[in-house]
């Protein structure tokens, strides 16, 4: 015996509409041809199905057993499809996101609120990380999204560019130095200056552009971006940031053009062959929204 998915899915019609025109609009098909697959199922299960009285077609005692059988069938395949919903939409799913402290406020901050704020079926964990940690932590799956500063120049395919900014020297608007058009090494000699970590593809750049000058600045402080926003606001020295952490930070200073010239770039980056999902599309295409209104305004 070998039943055929569309003579049930007519008999499951005819049963649940009670007669072979309404199970034919249901099914898009014409009358005699719901007609002929209830006929061919009959010849296979050698039951009689439907009896007719009068101008109404009604259900044999056996159809109704056989509905049975046929409605547990169908239900397992609307779990069946409901879970395919639930994972395309990462319906309890939970879904993680790190990113490095320049990116979460505002940017990341209203993203979420933006794409995910009415969206109370999505779990979300948010972690704020360096950029080292979190591109491992990427690499291992163990983070479905992240938000990165890097080097301009990234081919990889699991990596979206969110905006790119240039280092500036970042100081409180009374400094002797605020009223220059540009900072270079040699200015910042007699200065405390406030460099990011050692990690930071900024960091790296300032080390090679300071290398090539015969002095040394006679003090540094090496801490975050933000905090060196912070510590530039307070007077503490002059930080050598990007134009993003100086937004983030929100501090009231004087950013002046730094050279030699220093571009750090925002990235966002996915896990090596992992799905798109498209929440997190979103996110990310908010978060470029965002930085790109930031920079215009």
Known sequence: MRLK????????????TGGITAAAEAMNVTQPAVSRLIRDLEEIVE????????????????????????????LGLDQIAQAADDIRRHKNIVLRIASV????????????IDVVGNRPDIPLVIDVENSRHIWDMVEKNRYDLG?????PHMGDKNVTRLHSAHAVAAMPAGHRLAGRSVITPVDLINERVLIPGRNSPLRLSLDRAFSREEHQPVSTMETSMLNCCYFAAAGMGIGIVDYTSLRAAGTDVVAVPFEPRIEVSYFAIRPSGAQRIMVLDNIVERMKNLMDIKTSS
């Open 47 to 74: 039951i009689r199905l439907f009896e007719r009285v009068g101008t109404r077609l009604m259900p044999t005692a056996e159809a109704t057993q056989l509905f049975r059988e046929v409605e547990r069938l169908y």
């Open 147 to 151: 938000f990165v500063f890097s080097s």
């Open 5 to 16: 998915p569309r003579q049930v899915e007519a008999f499951r019609s005819v049963m649940m």
């Open 101 to 112: 402290t320049s990116l979460v406020r505002p940017y990341l901050h209203q993203a979420i």
